[in-house]
């Protein structure tokens, strides 16, 4: 599978972005998708992901009410509405498929597959 992300660049504290995924060479109806974010020296931050049908979230809590998660199966794409961005959203963001769908905690051996990210620079 191959997953190309756009829709990062410079925003003021505050402001939105929407990011889009697309993705290509495989069933992607069926796969849990999801984004990550990565900042310099940290690991990987899983901040939402979506079942398959597209029914059921999970977001982290540092991201709960500013970030919404969505896709459109039929296009094969993934979407993320972020909203009231602070400095510390500042990252590179990838959208990733997942292994499994979970309400829960997930682990870096829950990511398939991920393509480069866009990155996000929120200025204070």
């Known amino acids: 599978v191959q997953l190309q992300a756009s829709g990062g660049g410079l925003v003021q504290a505050g402001g939105s972005l929407r990011l889009s995924c697309v993705a290509s060479?495989?069933?992607?109806?069926?796969?849990?998708m999801g984004w990550f974010r990565r900042a310099p020296g940290k690991e990987r931050e899983l901040v939402a992901a979506?079942?398959?049908?597209?029914?059921?979230?999970y977001y982290v809590d540092s991201v709960k009410g500013r970030f919404t998660i969505s896709r459109d199966n039929a296009k094969k794409l993934v979407y993320l509405q972020m909203n009231s961005l602070k400095p510390e959203d500042t990252s590179v963001y990838s959208c990733?498929?997942?292994?499994?769908?979970?309400?829960?905690?997930?682990?870096?051996?829950?990511?398939?597959?991920w393509g480069q990210g866009t990155l996000v620079t929120v200025s204070s």
């Open positions: 990733v498929v997942l292994r499994r769908f979970s309400q829960s905690e997930y682990s870096q051996g829950d990511f398939e597959s």
């Open positions: 979506i079942s398959y049908g597209g029914g059921s979230t």
């Open positions: 060479g495989r069933t992607f109806s069926r796969d849990a």
